[in-house]
């Protein structure tokens, strides 16, 4: 089947870095593409203008083969982006991100993250890139786990991915330091290991990793020491009070990293302990006392 890739394009050289690894994905699976641009209000020269500028863009697209449409919309980009994208039945969106940070981040605020709130459909972001590189390679991707079937709702995407790209997944759960001795290494292990058999029977190769530390650090981290090409998570998706007191490890390493980052929203309710460690504990104790008491 015939996936669709939503592209989404502001005009500037910082959102024309995804069009490489752009190529990279249509090198891979069998796909069409459309480039789409939102102006503001409803200027005639400025679609004009935006027309134009896709156009260019599609023809060095297609003569490397690719099949591509273009769409001009006006109006705000994010909720544009996702109507269409969910209207049109698209398989994945690919957007760059700005790169702000500091003030300008917050008042501008980032279409990117915006997006990435609001779609119920894989979001892919790339960061800007100084200058036009070669197209990029897909050999590592770096997939952090909880042991949630939330967390593990990046598998079918990711799986895909590796399978038409060949790429090799590397399991990640990572623990913070205060739950260091709280959480089973075995039970980590167990969670990772069963998303690592399912794949391994489809032939994707895999690595188990378990870190401690900061979620975010050891995930940029890892990123860093395996030479990915990748990272690809699920995102809860939450707002409000939930999301202000949580945070967002998915919006942090967007904000802080470099690499690309293929993110899914999952909704519901926040589970705070996923893999149901306080159980194994409790089941620990029970085991010790049982086999203290039988020994006096």
């Given amino acids: 089947m015939v996936q669709k890739?939503?592209?989404a394009l502001d005009g500037t050289r910082a959102s024309e870095s995804i069009l490489p690894f752009l190529e990279t994905l249509l090198a891979s699976q069998d796909a069409n593409v459309?480039?789409?641009?939102?102006?503001?209000?409803?200027?005639?020269?400025?679609?004009l203008e935006a027309h134009?500028?896709?156009?260019?863009?599609?023809?060095?697209?297609?003569a490397k083969g690719a099949v591509v449409d273009i769409h001009v919309l006006s109006g705000k980009p994010?909720?544009?982006i996702v109507d269409m994208a969910v209207r049109g039945n698209y398989a994945l969106i690919v957007m760059g991100?700005?790169?702000?940070?500091?003030?300008?981040?917050?008042?501008?605020?980032?279409?990117?993250?915006?997006?990435?709130?609001?779609?119920?459909?894989?979001?892919?972001?790339?960061?800007?890139?100084?200058?036009?590189?070669?197209?990029?390679?897909?050999?590592?991707?770096?997939v952090p786990l909880d042991g949630s079937h939330r967390s593990a709702a990046i598998l079918p995407h990711v799986a895909a991915l590796a399978k038409a790209s060949g790429a090799r997944l590397l399991f990640t759960t990572v623990v913070e330091p205060n739950a260091r001795e709280q959480i089973p290494v075995e039970l980590l292990a167990k969670n990772l290991f069963q998303n690592q058999k399912q794949l391994l029977r489809e032939?994707?190769?895999?690595?188990?990793?378990?870190?401690?530390?900061?979620?975010?650090?050891?995930?940029?981290?890892?990123?860093?020491?395996?030479?990915?090409?990748?990272?690809a998570l699920s995102t809860h998706g939450r707002t409000g009070l939930e999301r202000a007191r949580f945070g967002s490890v998915a919006e942090s390493i967007l904000?802080?990293?470099?690499?690309?980052?293929?993110?899914?929203?999952?909704?519901?309710k926040f589970v705070p302990d996923p893999m149901h460690a306080p159980e194994i504990r409790a089941q620990r104790r029970r085991q010790m006392e049982t086999t203290g008491s039988g020994s006096k």
Avoid: W
């Avoid at 459309?34 to 679609?47: D, E, F, I």
């Avoid at 870190?211 to 020491?225: A, C, Q």
């Fill in 5 to 7: 890739i939503l592209t």
């Fill in 52 to 62: 134009t500028y896709l156009s260019r863009l599609a023809e060095r697209l297609r």
């Fill in 203 to 231: 032939g994707i190769p895999t690595e188990l990793i378990i870190r401690y530390g900061n979620p975010t650090d050891e995930i940029l981290s890892l990123g860093d020491v395996q030479n990915a090409d990748l990272v």
């Fill in 34 to 47: 459309t480039l789409v641009r939102v102006t503001p209000g409803k200027s005639t020269a400025r679609a």
């Fill in 97 to 142: 991100s700005r790169g702000k940070s500091g003030l300008k981040r917050l008042l501008l605020g980032s279409v990117a993250e915006e997006v990435l709130r609001r779609s119920p459909l894989p979001v892919l972001i790339v960061h800007p890139a100084p200058a036009a590189g070669e197209k990029p390679k897909m050999k590592r991707i770096v």
């Fill in 255 to 268: 904000r802080r990293g470099k690499l690309p980052l293929l993110l899914v929203r999952t909704p519901g």
């Fill in 78 to 80: 994010a909720p544009m």
